[in-house]
């Protein structure tokens, strides 16, 4: 900062000043009591005091009562004027302050006003003076470190020495100056290493301290490598998961098809195993039955040789009976011939007693002899004839008893069938019970699986719908997202096309602060008086900024600039001057050139005039262009997840479509289920679990297979029942028949009891025979008395007539059982006759070593567990299903082979490998990158760290500067110098001596104090480039330290703003460097004024007290 | 196992397989991986140089040739190109489709392709699984590509078994691993014994990297693994060969492996900063292609010369490198920095407090690594800047 002018009106005992400053030393100089003090004091309140303080009381004018007022004209260190008008005092229509910018130091505008001065002022000063009012605020006329260093009153001289920053109201004067003393702490192999870590950082980062990502970036192309490895290795990965998967499926289904090879061959085993038993078991029950039919076949033979047998003992008996009743017939004919015989006999010794007595009587008794004789052989002859018919009775009942012994067998033989017919028809009965409820079952199953599928199927269909629904909405609003991003880059395109790029404005921006530095390292101010000789027209350029366009200059005109002047003399010559040394200059001029080249055009182009309004253009693009982004992500995101819900509308809809939805097809099943109760059903399938169909299938056939052998078992069992109903019938028949025969032969001997008929008939036979005996003995007796009953021959003849007739009658009844008995021997012959052919035929022999063979066969035959059909069936059923299953594993496994294949196996294995590594590799050449980088970064921060801690201590920093001119002042006679971190002055060594530092401090004389204090400010305001005020310093200063000053002095002018107030200006220039006549004279190219205060200043004294006339 | 004589000889092969052209070192960097991708091809240079050099009766190129089916036009016009270069109307070439390379529709393989066009009519591709060529004296060689990229069909069940009285030389050539070869069961699985089963007296193998003799226990006939030509990565054993196969009269095979890679892989770890000079030293790095491990703690100066020697190995844009390619990993490379301090006390003041600060960052886990190689620039910049 540097003053430019300092106007005071009314102002304590000034009536009114106007000072215009050069850029450098200002040497304002008049004698002791003009208000030089006051000219520094209103500087002072015009920087610092606000217009309604109660100190302002003190600036009243001495003599009038008038507002005081001052104004300041400076230019800040960005090369922008400022000027600043207070009118000190409260009430009054005048008092108050403002503050005007301008960019050339000639058109003003109002900036501020009032309390807003004091806090842009004291912002821009950074002097450690916060705004006035407000809690912390300073009241009064504030005061901080940098105030009194750059503005220390005249009786402050060496009051620096004893202040400290440690004291400021706020930071903002330590941070000034700790930014400023920074560079005094470099060393320069510190700033060499710092520039090269520097070097390496801005490679890596931005601006910002982010690392770059521009094109062409280390980090971009490491990332870039990683991203693009890890995407490969991603994509390789997902196939070599699928790869794996597939390989994992093949494993598990080699191991299946083993696993269904074994169930398989077991169930061919098991199979096999069971159709062995069974061949086995058919082969023995054929062998049985076989042998059940030879066995049958031999006992049908004996039977039929026993029925012979039977037969031939009955036609024996018959035979018995004929010859017992030819016997009779013949004993009947005998006894008709004995009868005859006796009549004959009766009648001749009838004829003979007729004839003699005598032999008449003995005649008669022979007779009665005889006719004894006739009547027992005929009642021995019905004896006989009737113990044959008891016999043939008796035969045919015990034939009669056999008969119906056999008709109850067969009766018995038939309820057993007809039992076991009817518990198969029972079990046939039940079984097919179990058929219907297992296919019941099966059906219910089926019909609430097809239930719960169109169920599913609705409800696929429903979320499938939905899902598609919000599909849509989403690619609806997707689309908007889209349409609204698409709208924002076409905007932002048409706003990129007149920017330049981010790098572009980064350099736009380097470069102008560049200038901006470059120039302001030119500030050393000119001044170029023109003085005409004749009116010509001049335009002045003003650091590059303003115009001054004097048509006709005829009289002297200064112009006065910071860096450069341009004037152009009517059409004759243009003089470009430029302040600064030649280097800068040459610098400023070529950023100046690159500034014509390189950012006007864009600055145009964009239709701005700062980079910064590119700066901020270019920011709400990125921030349009991010909104737009993320308005794309968004899109993305609600493509990604309509896609997503499309996807899965699609699954669901397959699966609905996959699902029968035909009702008709679940009435069919529903009328499938038949009449049983559904709750049973439901419990029956409950029961089987998951997998109910499986089972209620295998249920089902297992009762279907049992169903079929139960009712083969109960047809056998109905054909076994028909069969023993036959024999029964066939028995029945035969015992009626031989109950027949029996009864009549028991009612033609009209008895039951033929054993004791037979008894009682042998009996009769003995006692006739024993008669006959006693008869023939008797008729031996008789025959002697014969001759004597001669009348008796009569009555013998008669009784033999009877006898005979009796004996004939006998003998017709013999000759008619004899008949009967001899047609039922034929009869009985005859039926002999025909089984005994039929056995001749049977060859029971043959039959007999059939069984033999049949039963060694069957012994042959090893015992094996009874298989059925059913058994069998199930067999092949399973081993069907096994066989199935190994077809379905092997199909499954060469679908996995075939698709794995194609994946790719260990070519892919191999790739993610060899991938992976790569990505090890770029993951770490990224890191090191990273880290490399990072450290540089470190380095640098650590570097900068040091710096500012090195400079942060400022009193470590100032010293040295300080202490080297000191030393140069005072001919090395102290050193040492040590400053606090807070710039309060600690101490100072002598160079030789034992006192200590601080003694020495204390110790030195005002005027070195003086000094000291005078070199600690100017070095701070060279740091700061900053005005700096000495109002009547050096006072006590020898000639020689005076010449030193002098300069310093100039030295530090060309940096920065130097002005001194002193009565004694030769202390500073030589007499005759003073104005001459004139207020003021520039001195040094500019760098030095000398004005005489004198000139400028009017004093009320000078004047009436009047300000009226004034 | 009979050695053949030279007179004895009747039949002379050439085997090689696994040249992966088009493979991608993704490993390496930028020069280094195009290197590498490049030797897959000036290997076949010398591949056919050795088939002149023993004027072998045929080539057999036993699978994995490219390293996918569908390679980049660049990789199979070279192969067409260095082809067409010879006059080998006598001396039959054999391509087998591999796994990497299976015979699938739209490969190079593929009959309409161009590849297949621009070959010399005596190169033949092994494109149907009842491949049979009659070679010269009563020879006959067997083939059965790969048509897919994994399987799990052992080929050499499509080579017909050796016929009664069949006398003739027969040669099988197929691609796959061999059932003694762990976890490759999926990948055209060959019977270790599958020449002796097949009658084959030699069966020409493609898959594995490493030059290997198949048979445990070398029986006759011989299965031969000639390995890549050039090595792809740094545990093949025995690579860089082919196999020169020698057929006698007796049908006896002897197999020859000669070596035509250009570039040896090494894995060298070094520990200490000796090592790592006389690696520095050694003159046969140019063909190299050399993973270094480097693992030691070094104080700044040793440090220094390490980063040095680094550079020389791996080369800068100012210095050539020593070795051929140079896979570094310096993970392990630390810098002591207890006693970093000592060595720069003739610092500055400032530059000494920024050591003693980046010194207490390096005990810092998080801030270690950038620490050290902090401290590391700063000791390095700082003595160039002072000279």
């Known amino acids: 900062m540097r003053f430019t002018r300092l106007v005071v009106e009314s102002f304590q005992s000034i009536k009114g000043a106007d000072i215009a400053f050069g850029p450098g030393l200002n040497i304002l100089y008049g004698p002791n009591d003009l208000g030089k003090s006051t000219l520094a004091a209103a500087l002072r309140a015009a920087l610092l005091l606000p217009p309604t303080s109660t100190e302002a009381g003190l600036f009243t004018p001495w003599h009038v009562d008038a507002t005081p007022r001052v104004s300041l004209t400076f230019a800040d260190d960005a090369g922008r004027y400022w000027k600043v008008n207070k009118g000190f005092g409260s009430g009054a229509a005048s008092t108050g302050a403002e503050l005007h910018h301008s960019k050339d130091g000639v058109a003003f505008v109002l900036d501020c006003k009032a309390r807003e001065v004091e806090e842009k002022i004291r912002g821009m ?188 003992t009955e036609v024996d008996g018959l035979a018995a009976i004929v010859k017992a009743q030819e016997d009779g017939v013949v004993l009947a004919l005998a006894d008709c011939a004995a009868a005859e015989g006796a009549l004959q006999a009766a009648e001749e010794a009838l ?361 083969a078992l109960h047809e056998a069992d109905v054909q076994a029942t028909n069969l023993a109903g036959y024999q029964v019938s066939e028995a029945e028949q035969r015992a009626a028949s031989c109950a027949a025969a029996s009864d009549a032969a028991s009612a033609a ?26 008869l023939v003995a008797e008729s031996e007796a008789l025959a002697a008395e014969a001759t004597a009953h001669v009348g008796h021959a009569t009555q013998a003849v008669e009784a033999a007539t009877a006898q005979l007739n009796v004996a004939r009658q006998a003998h017709s009844n013999a000759v008619a059982s004899a008949d009967k008995a001899r047609a039922e021997y034929h009869a009985r012959s005859g039926e002999r006759g025909v089984l005994r052919a039929q056995l001749d035929v049977m060859d029971r022999e043959g039959a007999a070593t059939l069984l033999a063979e049949h039963m060694s066969a069957f012994d042959a035959l090893p015992d094996a567990p009874a298989v059925s059909e059913a058994d069998l069936a199930n067999a092949g059923r399973v081993c069907e299903a096994s066989a199935r299953a190994l077809d379905a594993a092997k199909e499954d496994l060469h679908k996995s082979e075939g698709a794995l294949s194609k994946v790719g196996g260990a070519a892919v294995r191999e790739e993610v490998e060899r991938t992976q590594e790569a990505l090890e590799a770029a993951t770490l050449r990224e890191k090191e990158l990273e880290v490399d980088a990072d450290a540089w970064k470190l380095l640098r921060d650590t570097l900068r760290d040091v710096e500012n801690e090195e400079g942060a201590h400022l009193g470590r920093a100032l010293a040295g500067p300080v202490a080297a001119k000191f030393g140069e002042l005072t001919g090395g006679r102290y050193k040492n110098l040590v400053l606090d971190a807070k710039l309060r002055a600690e101490s100072v060594d002598a160079a030789s001596g034992g006192a200590l530092g601080a003694t020495v401090l204390e110790a030195l004389s005002v005027g070195t104090r003086d000094q000291l204090a005078t070199l600690i400010r100017l070095t701070i305001a060279d740091q700061l480039r900053t005005a700096i005020v000495l109002d009547d310093h050096l006072v006590h200063t020898d000639p020689k330290r005076l010449a030193w000053f002098r300069e310093a002095l100039t030295k530090t002018a060309l940096n920065t703003q130097v002005i001194i107030f002193t009565c004694r200006p030769e202390d500073y220039v030589s007499r005759g460097d003073l104005p001459d006549g004139t207020p003021a004279r520039d001195l040094a190219g500019g760098s030095v004024r000398v004005i005489d205060v004198v000139q400028f200043v009017k004093r009320w004294d000078a004047v009436a007290s009047n300000p009226e006339s004034a | 196992m009979t050695v053949a004589t030279e007179d004895d ?233 082919v196999a020169v196969v020698l057929v006698n009269r007796q049908r006896r095979a002897t197999v020859r492996a000669e070596r035509v890679a250009y570039w040896t892989w090494e894995e060298i770890h070094v520990t200490t900063l000796a090592q790592l000079t006389d690696l520095s030293r050694r003159q046969d790095l140019e063909q190299r292609v050399v993973r270094l491990c480097v693992e030691m703690k070094l104080s700044a100066p040793d440090y220094e010369v390490a980063e040095d020697l680094l550079e020389g190995l791996e080369g800068t844009d100012a210095r050539h490198a020593a070795v051929g390619i140079l896979d570094l990993d310096r993970q392990g490379l630390d810098l002591d920095t207890s006693n970093v301090d000592t060595f720069c006390t003739d610092l500055p003041e400032v530059l000494q407090s920024a050591v003693r600060r980046l010194k207490k960052d390096a005990d810092d886990p998080e801030k270690q690594a950038a620490a050290q190689r902090a401290l590391f620039h700063l000791y390095r910049i700082s003595r160039k800047q002072a000279q």
């Open chain 2, 9 to 241: 000889i009747v039949l002379k092969l050439l085997h090689t397989a696994d040249w992966h052209l088009g493979r991608r070192f993704r490993s390496f960097t930028g020069e280094s991986e195009k290197k590498l991708t490049r030797a897959r091809l000036d290997v076949l240079d010398r591949i056919l140089l050795v088939a002149e050099r023993y004027m072998v009766d045929a080539v057999l190129c036993a699978g994995d040739l490219f390293d996918g089916p569908c390679p980049q036009p660049e990789w199979w016009q070279q192969v067409a190109l260095r082809l067409k270069k010879l006059n080998w109307k006598d001396r039959p070439v054999f391509l087998l489709p591999g796994n990497h390379d299976p015979l699938v529709a739209e490969s190079i393989w593929a009959k309409d392709h161009a590849f297949r066009n621009q070959l010399p009519d005596w190169v033949h591709v092994v494109d149907r699984e009842n491949f049979e060529f009659a070679l010269p004296n009563n020879a006959v060689l067997y083939a059965v590509p790969c048509m897919s990229k994994a399987g799990q069909r052992d080929p050499t069940l499509a080579i017909p078994k050796r016929a009664p009285g069949d006398d003739r030389i027969r040669i099988g050539m197929v691609h796959g691993s061999t059932f003694d070869m762990k976890d490759c069961q999926t990948n055209f699985p060959i019977d270790v014994d599958a020449a002796l089963t097949r009658g084959l007296d030699y069966l020409a193998i493609g898959d594995t990297h490493g030059f290997r003799f198949v048979p445990p226990d070398r029986q006759h006939p011989p299965t031969i693994y000639p390995g890549a030509p050039e090595q792809t990565a740094f545990d093949e054993k025995d690579a860089g060969s």
């Open chain 1, 125 to 312: 000063l950074a002097w450690g003076i916060p705004a006035p009012g407000g809690k912390g605020g300073p009241r009064g006329v504030p005061s901080s470190f940098l105030a009194n260093v750059l503005l220390g009153a005249q009786t402050d001289v060496d009051r620096i020495l004893g202040l400290s920053l440690a004291d400021d109201p706020d930071e903002t004067g330590r941070l000034r100056l700790t930014k400023a003393l920074s560079a005094l702490a470099q060393d320069p192999l510190f700033k060499r290493v710092l520039d090269a870590a520097q070097l390496e950082v801005d490679q890596c980062f931005s601006a910002t301290g982010r690392r770059k990502r521009s094109s062409g970036s280390r980090f971009v192309e490491a990332a870039q490598q990683v991203k693009q490895t890890r995407e490969d290795l991603d994509a390789l990965q997902a196939l070599l998961n699928e790869s794996s998967a597939i390989e994992s499926a093949v494993g598990a289904l080699r191991t299946r098809r083993a696993e269904a090879d074994v169930r398989n061959e077991e169930a061919k085993l098991a199979l096999a195993t069971l159709r062995e038993q069974h061949a086995r078991s058919s082969a023995r029950k054929l062998a049985h039955d076989k042998l059940e039919a030879a066995r049958a076949t031999l006992g049908a033979i004996d039977a039929q040789a026993s029925r012979v047998v039977a037969l031939e």
């Open chain 1, 749 to 774: 001997l009209a008895t039951e009891d033929l054993d004791a008929l037979l008894r009682t008939t042998d009996e009769d036979l003995a006692s006739l025979t024993r008669d006959q005996t006693a």
């Open chain 1, 351 to 711: 004829r003979l007693a007729t004839s003699g007595d005598r032999a008449h009587e003995e005649e008669l008794r022979r007779a009665h002899l005889a006719e004894r004789t006739a009547d027992l052989n005929a009642r021995r002859l019905a004896a006989q004839t009737r113990r044959t018919e008891v016999s043939a009775a008796a035969a045919l009942r015990a034939e009669a008893k056999r008969a119906g012994a056999a008709a109850a067998s067969a009766r018995t033989a038939l309820e057993q069938a007809t039992i076991a017919a009817c518990a198969s028809g029972e079990r046939v009965t039940d079984i097919e019970r179990k058929v219907e409820l297992s296919r019941a079952i099966l059906a219910y199953g089926r019909w609430r699986a097809a239930v719960m599928a169109a169920e599913d199927a609705a409800r696929s269909a429903q979320a499938a719908a939905t899902a598609r629904a919000e599909s849509g909405q989403k690619d609806s609003a997707a689309a908007l997202l889209e349409e609204q991003a698409l709208a924002i880059d076409e905007a932002l395109v048409a706003r990129r096309a007149a920017l330049p790029g981010a790098a572009d404005a980064a350099a736009l921006e380097r470069l102008e602060r560049d200038l901006q530095l470059a120039e302001a390292a030119l500030g050393g101010g000119l001044s170029v008086a023109v003085k005409p000789r004749a009116g010509i027209r001049i335009h002045a350029v003003i650091d590059q900024n303003a115009g001054i366009d004097e048509q006709s200059l005829s009289t002297e005109r200064v112009f006065e600039a910071e860096r450069s002047l341009r004037l152009s003399v009517g059409e004759l010559v243009d003089i470009e001057i430029t302040a600064g040394a030649a280097d800068k200059r040459r610098a400023v001029e070529s950023l100046r050139s690159r500034w014509s080249t390189e950012a006007i055009p864009v600055l145009a182009r964009a239709g701005v005039t700062s980079v910064a309004e590119i700066t901020a253009a270019l920011a709400t693009i990125a921030k349009d262009a991010s909104s737009a982004a993320e308005l794309r992500a968004q899109a993305s995101r609600l493509r990604v997840d309509s896609r997503g819900l499309s996807e899965r509308a699609a699954l669901q809809e397959q699966q609905a479509a996959r699902v029968v939805a035909d009702s008709s097809e679940i009435d069919a099943r529903q009328l499938a289920i038949g009449t049983a109760d559904p709750e049973v059903l439901q419990a029956s399938l409950e029961k089987l679990g998951k997998s109910w169909e499986t089972q209620a299938e295998a249920r089902h056939a297992q009762h279907t297979s049992e169903s079929r052998t139960a009712q």
